[in-house]
């Protein structure tokens, strides 16, 4: 990297030290702690792409505990020589990075999960900073300012935020250690293929359905999702589509575990609503390639959770060059609403009704909903979208994605904002 390719401060000025314009004689060494970097977790992902970016800077090398997954052993497994995980119960613990701080000696200990996991790790932070600073890739779901959290942004170093809501929450009270830096992925792992593979893909995947109206929903099948929901406004829609256009050839695919234990049994819900033919079910697990192909082949993606801090399914589909259809909450809104102009990406739901909600962990989030009707709406409008609307569309979210959800522009403001954070950590305490 380069003076010319590094960050620009509001006046011009390089924002960064001398000492990271040029690159380090030794790589900076990062303990990660997160879901496991191999995992399918939206966590887990976005933690190996953005590992596997920085490594191939020259400048990182990253000493994982990847937690939040089954394993079959406790094997470190070695990625390269740069990207090594540790499996671990939960996201570790404080033994194992004390040990880790005295053994490896690292540059900075990284954060990537809800906060609520890492107490543990704020607890023991006088000690850290001892050898390191403390960086956090953070999402807060849903508004007010979780003021609660304070003690844990005190105890952090850097703040880089997924979603621009929780940047905007964050940024006020921290204007010198917060950046927004949302998730993005390599265009090589998602991307539009050709309108004759989509033929293909349907009719491999739907058979005599391939012609239908396509639905994608990806998500655990879990209360904050509202899939439940989802299903009967899905209900409304095949109604509404069948007295508007005298047919009910829509399919909704939900790529989920139907009889997950932390949601409702959607088979049972979909037969009781009637619609078990407009309904399909995709349950196994699918690499990137094919997850792709899925995101292909479906009409829109949509997103209807009470609140979410950022929404990877409904970006994917964008990546692809489809429509999305989302309520407008958490990082669900600057996806689906382009910021510059208020133009829609498909389809946005705007809320009917918030919930302040809370917990004694969490004691205060809005909850966000929209009704039945207002589902169905938003599904005929891409419906009745005309073809040319929708390649005008595909260049739309095409272009999108590379402004606001650029792989490139997330792996430079990484290695930008925690060289920053490591230099002047350990300027402060020379």
């Known amino acids: ?28 060494k990062v303990l990660m702690l997160s879901d496991h970097p191999l995992g399918s977790s939206g966590v887990g992902v976005q933690a190996r792409f953005l590992i596997d970016g920085l490594v191939a800077t020259g400048r990182w090398s990253f000493r994982c505990l990847g937690g939040a997954a089954r394993h079959a052993n406790y094997q470190p497994t070695v990625v390269n020589p740069d990207f090594i995980i540790k499996p671990v119960d939960g996201f570790g613990n404080s033994d194992m990075v004390r040990s880790i701080l005295a053994t ?31 960086v956090y890739w953070h999402v807060w779901d849903n508004d007010p300012y979780p003021k609660f959290n304070q003690p844990w942004y005190d105890g952090t170093d850097l703040i880089n935020c997924i979603s621009h809501k929780t940047y905007e929450m964050i940024k006020r009270h921290y204007p010198n250690k917060t950046n927004y830096i949302p998730h993005a992925f390599p265009k090589r792992i998602f991307y539009p ?9 349907r009719k491999q995947f739907l058979g005599p359905k391939a012609d239908w109206f396509q639905v994608l929903w990806v998500n655990r099948n879990a209360a904050r999702k509202m899939p439940a929901d989802l299903l ?65 082949m479906t009409d829109t993606c949509i997103n209807i959770a009470k609140n979410e801090g950022f929404g990877l399914s409904t970006m994917i589909s964008m990546m692809a060059g489809k429509p999305i259809v989302a309520l407008c909450t958490g ?7 382009d910021y510059r102009d208020g133009t829609e990406h498909g389809s946005a739901i705007k809320p009917i009704k918030r919930s302040l909600v809370g917990s004694q ?15 169905a709406d938003a599904l005929m409008k891409v419906y009745e979208m005309a073809p040319e609307q929708k390649i005008e569309m595909k260049q739309k979210v095409l272009d999108y994605c590379d402004h606001e959800f650029s792989y490139e522009k997330m792996i430079s403001d990484w290695d930008q904002t925690l060289c920053r954070a490591i230099v002047d950590f350990k300027s402060s305490v020379a």
């Open 1 to 28: 990297m380069n003076k010319e390719s590094s960050a620009k401060s509001g006046n011009g000025t390089s924002i960064l030290n001398d000492e990271c314009v040029t690159k380090p004689q030794e790589k900076f």
């Open 104 to 134: 490896e000696k690292p540059d900075a200990v990284f954060l990537f999960t809800d906060p609520s996991q890492f107490v543990w790790v704020w607890e023991m932070r006088d000690e850290i900073r001892e050898v390191c600073p403390i």
């Open 193 to 201: 293929v050709t309108d004759e593979q989509i033929g293909s893909i």
């Open 232 to 296: 009967f406004g899905w209900k409304t829609f095949l109604d509404e589509l069948e007295k508007k256009h005298d047919n009910r050839n829509a399919v909704l695919i939900m790529h989920t575990d139907p009889a997950d234990p932390e949601g409702p049994n959607l088979l049972t819900v979909s037969e009781e609503l009637g619609i078990k033919e407009n309904v399909l079910f995709s349950t196994e697990k699918l690499k990137f390639e094919q997850m792709n192909l899925v995101h292909n």
């Open 331 to 337: 990082g669900l809104t600057r996806q689906v609403v």
């Open 361 to 375: 962990h969490v004691p205060y989030i809005f909850e966000d909903f929209c009704t039945e009707g207002q589902i």
